[in-house]
């Protein structure tokens, strides 16, 4: 299986992007899934977490009110949108596969897509 993210890159603080995974996964509507961020020198952290239909969604502290996770079963497509975006937002974003209910990542993850805020 794949999970390809895209939609990353460097913008100023208080700006917006949108995260967009790709599942190859024929398991991907029957599972939760994930946004983690790794910064370097930090532990990888969970930043929102989604159940398998989407009726509940998790965030960390740092990011509930400013980002959003959804996903597209349809599409096999995961998303996240960032707003108000801060330099400690600064990160390697990866999509994974969770498991239902504790949102811990699997041996399923993407290969990361870049997010740098500037001050």
């Known amino acids: 299986g794949q999970l390809l993210e895209s939609g990353g890159g460097l913008v100023q603080a208080g700006e917006s992007l949108r995260l967009s995974c790709v599942a190859s996964?024929?398991?991907?509507?029957?599972?939760?899934m994930a946004w983690y961020r790794q910064a370097p020198g930090k532990e990888r952290e969970l930043v929102a977490g989604i159940s398998d239909s989407g009726s509940k969604t998790i965030y960390a502290d740092s990011v509930r009110g400013r980002f959003t996770i959804s996903r597209d079963n349809a599409k096999n497509t995961l998303y996240l949108q960032m707003n108000t975006l801060k330099p400690e937002d600064t990160a390697m974003y990866y999509c994974v596969v969770v498991s239902n209910g504790d949102y811990k990542p699997s041996d399923y993850w993407g290969q990361g897509t870049q997010v740098t805020v500037s001050s």
């Open positions: 996964l024929s398991i991907f509507s029957i599972n939760a």
